[in-house]
């Protein structure tokens, strides 16, 4: 092999990732043979997270927690063609290299889209959560979750329900769901429980679907305004109400001052025009 040739090797293996924390295919086909023992149907590929995600959350499980995770980071085993691949590498102090594989995908483009996405994560949840049975704090009957899923979001509670806020809105609910959930998990309450309680707390969803609302509502309420062009007053004389054209009503030129006309009136008469006007004063 020559120079050229072992240069071309290294910087091909350099740019392939060598160590990731994936679930392997033997791994999977147990986790998938664990969710069909405690849920009782098989669970379909098409709804099946990918390496990366069902690692994350086999992870989580084991700890006995589950994974806080943003919508662009669960992605199914066949992704769409919006997901995206990025490669990371991190030097170790004693001169080695990791290389790291993430992926991400765009926000789902409708409801469909985000129902479709919605299912990869709850079914791939589960099956990480039926591989660790042992954390009696992860115990949750496959019906529970699937109805909170199929019954209460997707259903007229949330999302089919009349006037409902934006979809970008329910969105981000149901991930602030799962970080209240995860919240109290650590605080000791069971992932059952924790999920019974939030789907029946009323005032916690109309608190979370409002936000669109409060975010574009203006508080405290600030009065709008014209242009500041509009807002001047018709300039008038003091004391003079502004004149104004209208169809029943003709505006007139405002009347003119009399300050100081009389006595110009009286310089501009004759002597006899004068002594006429005092004699008439005086009588």
């Known amino acids: 092999m020559g120079l050229r040739d072992s240069k071309s ?31 009782g149907i098989p669970c379909p590929l098409k709804y099946q ?4 995600l069902l690692g994350k ?3 989580a499980a084991s700890e006995g927690r589950i994974e806080d995770l943003s919508s662009r980071e669960i992605i ?9 691949t990025t490669y990371m590498r991190h030097t170790n102090n004693d001169g080695t290299m990791d290389d790291t594989e993430t992926q991400y995908r765009d926000q789902p483009h409708d409801e469909d889209d985000w129902q479709d996405q919605m299912r990869v994560f709850y079914y791939t949840t589960f099956m990480a959560i039926a591989t660790h049975r042992e954390h009696p ?17 997707f259903g007229p509670t949330i999302l089919k329900r009349h006037r409902r806020p934006s979809l970008q809105s329910i969105i981000h609910a149901e991930r602030h769901a799962w970080q209240h959930i995860i919240t109290e998990m650590w605080d000791g309450i069971p992932l059952s429980e924790s999920l019974r309680a939030l789907k029946n707390d009323t005032l916690w969803w109309t608190n979370e679907l409002d936000y669109e609302m409060k975010t574009t509502t203006q508080w405290p309420h600030q009065p ?5 062009t509009s807002r001047r007053p018709a300039k008038t004389h003091r004391n003079q109400p502004p004149y104004q054209n209208n169809p029943t009503r003709v505006s007139k030129d405002p009347p003119k001052t009399q300050k100081g006309g009389g006595e110009k009136r009286r310089q501009g008469q004759g002597p006899q025009e004068r002594q006429r006007q005092r004699k008439i004063h005086k009588g």
């Open 49 to 52: 997270g990918s390496k990366h």
């Open 76 to 84: 199914a085993m066949l992704p769409s063609p919006t997901t995206r």
């Open 9 to 39: 090797t290294k910087t091909a293996d350099l740019e392939k990732p060598r160590h990731k924390l994936l679930v392997g295919d033997t791994d999977r086909r147990q986790m998938q043979t664990n969710f069909q023992t405690a849920a």
């Open 224 to 228: 709008s305004y014209p242009p500041s």
């Open 137 to 153: 704090n992860l115990d949750v009957k496959w019906q529970d979750l699937s109805d909170f899923y199929e019954k209460f979001l």
């Open 57 to 59: 959350l086999n992870k």
